[in-house]
């Protein structure tokens, strides 16, 4: 029997990654401008994200250094400051951007509030994750919130032990093969896949065979529990 519900929060309970890639094609229009062939610019970015990921780690603040430094290097230096400041301005309106939360998570978030523990599992920057769940009017309906660097074996079994969760009773539903559902099988708990339409290449992973369920939407999720 399930008792503890953990949710992500990214392209889970609100958009992000949809985000970066309309971020993303405003770089690569920029860029184009400077560089005779434009088709490098991707494969730059997402090697130079990965190399600063233990630098700076997940969030907007890395992907907008990270775009700094492409454009830097695919240049050779000589892309000019306004269009770094376009760079930083871009970082900007992505921090600001209102939280956008997916269809029918409200309703599902509230429903289950109160039946079931709930916590919100989410990583990346601090100030970032802090804002965009204040801003996302869920943050009242659950037990404990954890915002967390990385998600891997070790930070979910911390996660279990702290709140005194036993995980053969523990779910964790998200969009990341990767990071949601892969880790928390790992430790003994169950998951619950949600793909959201567009997945940043660093998260992608080859989904288990067996041990975990997968939904087109999280209005699928109150049913699945139900039969669980």
């Known amino acids: 029997m399930i008792d503890t519900i953990a949710f992500d929060g990214d392209d889970t309970l609100w958009h992000n990654e949809s985000l970066f890639s309309m971020t993303q094609d405003r770089f690569r229009a920029l860029l184009a401008n400077h560089l005779a062939d434009p088709a490098d610019i991707d494969r730059r970015l997402l090697q130079a994200e990965r ?11 890395g992907f907008v250094l990270s775009m700094i430094e492409t454009a830097v290097d695919l240049t050779d230096g000589r ?16 921090l600001e951007h209102p939280v956008d ?16 523990r709930l916590l919100l599992v989410t990583k990346g920057d601090l100030f970032d994750q ?17 915002i967390v660097s990385e998600k891997d074996p ?10 005194g969760v036993d995980p053969a009773r523990f779910v964790m539903v998200g969009n990341s ?9 790992a430790v003994g708990g169950h998951a619950v896949h949600v793909p959201y339409h567009v997945t940043w ?6 989904p288990p065979t067996e041990n975990y369920r997968r939904i087109d ?5 109150p049913p699945l529990l139900a039969a669980w």
Do not use: C, W
């Open 154 to 163: 070790a930070t979910y079994r911390r996660l279990l032990d702290r709140h």
């Open 177 to 185: 093969v990767r990071s949601d559902i892969l880790p928390v099988l």
């Open 101 to 116: 939360l997916l269809d029918g998570v409200q309703e599902v978030v509230e429903g289950l509030s109160g039946r079931y």
């Open 79 to 94: 892309i000019g400051g306004r269009d770094i400041q376009s760079l930083v301005e871009f970082g900007k309106a992505m």
């Open 217 to 221: 939407s999280l209005h699928g999720l």
């Open 51 to 61: 190399e600063n990921l233990r630098v700076y780690g997940y969030g907007i603040k």
């Open 201 to 206: 290449a660093h998260e992608v992973a080859e």
């Open 130 to 146: 802090e804002s965009k769940i204040a801003r996302s009017g869920l943050a009242g309906r659950f037990d404990a919130i954890e």
